[in-house]
Nanobody, 122 residues
Framework: QVHLSESGGGSVQAGGSLRLSCVASIDLRGNYCMGWFRQAPGKGPEGVAAIDSDGSIIYADSVKGRFTISQENAKNTVYLQMSSLKPEDTAMYYC????????????????WGQGTQVTVSS
């Protein structure tokens, strides 16, 4: 069983920054894909960014140039650095772990954390 634990959420004003962290119970050097997703109230889940074990990265168009995903293998931790935050970035953010098919599709990720709330005020 894979355990994921997110932290780093909070409330910021538009234009601000936050860094989310996700500590995984798996060795991030394995054959995996780690993703960040978000879900706003009344909306479906949305893929934000993903990184695979080779370091290949994909981003949703809505966050390109503002968010950066990275990983620190020694700490089994994946980060999401969020800058130039907008009110529409307000959502619960989830870390997820999946197999080698690294996409932003929810169905590709069988393991999920509990989420961390990000609120951006205008």
């Amino acid at each position: 069983q894979v355990h994921l634990s997110e932290s780093g959420g909070g409330s910021v004003q538009a234009g601000g920054s936050l860094r989310l962290s996700c500590v995984a119970s798996i060795d991030l050097r394995g054959n995996y894909c780690m993703g960040w997703f978000r879900q706003a109230p009344g909306k479906g889940p949305e893929g934000v960014a993903a990184i695979d074990s080779d370091g290949s990265i994909i981003y949703a168009d809505s966050v390109k140039g503002r968010f950066t995903i990275s990983q620190e293998n020694a700490k089994n931790t994946v980060y999401l650095q969020m800058s130039s935050l907008k009110p529409e970035d307000t959502a619960m953010y989830y870390c997820a772990a999946g197999g080698s098919s690294c996409t932003l599709r929810v169905s590709e990720y069988p393991y999920w954390g509990q989420g961390t709330q990000v609120t951006v005020s205008s």
